[in-house]
């Protein structure tokens, strides 16, 4: 199964400093984790890039990953 990595601030509404997920796509992701952990309907997953095993992508809304992958919620980069 694919591994979720949560920051510290994702890790207090989630009470887990990882989980393990079944999906292998973005939508598929969100989803799980919401119905795994209530408290994340308002830490604004969506507005977050995903780090999928080291590559950042800023607009994963179409992502699909492999089983075995390790992903990150981080800030999105902005230009400045």
């Known amino acids: ?5 949560f920051s510290s601030h994702l ?4 009470g887990a400093l990882e989980t393990e997920v079944k999906a292998v796509s973005y939508r598929d992701l969100i989803q799980e984790l919401l119905e795994k952990f209530p ?6 997953l969506q507005d ?3 780090a999928l095993d080291g590559e950042l992508i800023q607009e994963p809304l179409l ?8 992903l ?3 800030p999105k980069l902005a230009a400045g």
């Open 39 to 44: 408290n994340l309907k308002d830490a604004g």
């Open 72 to 74: 990150h919620f981080v």
């Open 48 to 50: 977050l890039a995903l």
């Open 63 to 70: 992502v699909t990953f492999s089983s075995t992958a390790e």
């Open 11 to 14: 890790e207090t509404l989630t």
């Open 1 to 5: 199964m694919a591994v979720v990595r």
